[in-house]
T-cell receptor, first 114, second 113 residues
């Protein structure tokens, strides 16, 4: 079964450093998402991306965050200057253009900011 | 605005007991989708079910069953004859046919042998 692949599975970074989280969505999917889950809390929407631009973003997704689809297969989330409170599990998801069929999550990247 | 409430933060049962996880949602839309995900200790989100708002038929899949009631805005999940491997956090989520999923706070289920 097709999968959404996220790398790395765990990343440790120092406060103030830039970090890039990578995702390879399912190949025929057109909508791409990032979600965040702070430890022990619920999963929260960050941003959606369609047709090479952001289609929706939450208030969490401030100027420190950016997304990109640099080469037609990868979908990245960049955090410019990490803070301790950015420590969380980050999930990438993708779906087709047919309603919500195939809304698939990756296995997540656990980001630890020290 | 959309909201999903999972009032049970933690449930503990003994193996072979049946357990129901509650989910209540709020939305102004007439077209929407409801989901359940399982999050085992390894952290990934495992898709369990998707339901659209026009399909109120209850569904059974093995030991899992779901009860969707629009009249009470609920989409409850029952595990019959629970097993230790069912121990996980379970999330209910809502989408209004737009982009984002709105998740509930999750219910941690502990099944003891």
């Amino acid at each position: 079964e097709p999968e959404v692949t996220q790398t790395p599975s765990h990343q440790v970074t120092q406060m103030g450093q830039e970090v890039i989280l990578r995702c390879v969505p399912i190949s025929n999917h057109l909508y791409f998402y990032w979600y965040r889950q702070i430890l022990g809390q619920k999963v929260e929407f960050l941003v959606s991306f369609y047709n090479n631009e952001i289609s929706e973003k939450s208030e969490i997704f401030d100027d420190q965050f950016s997304v990109e689809r640099p080469d037609g297969s990868n979908f990245t989330l960049k955090i410019r200057s990490t803070k301790l409170e950015d420590s969380a599990m980050y999930f990438c998801a993708s779906r087709t253009d047919r309603g919500l069929m195939g809304y698939t999550f990756g296995s997540g990247t656990r980001l630890t900011v020290v | 605005a959309q909201k999903v409430t999972q009032a049970q933060t933690e449930i503990s049962v003994v193996e072979k007991e049946d357990v129901t996880l509650d989910c209540v949602y709020e939305t102004r839309d007439t077209t929407y989708y409801l989901f359940w995900y399982k999050q085992p200790p390894s952290g990934e989100l495992v898709f369990l079910i998707r339901r659209n708002s026009f399909d109120e038929q209850n569904e059974i899949s093995g030991r899992y069953s779901w009860n969707f009631q629009k009249s009470t805005s609920s989409f409850n999940f029952t595990i019959t004859a629970s097993q230790v491997v069912d121990s996980a956090v379970y999330f209910c989520a809502l989408n209004n046919a737009g982009n984002m999923l709105t998740f509930g706070g999750g219910t941690r289920l502990m099944v003891k042998p």
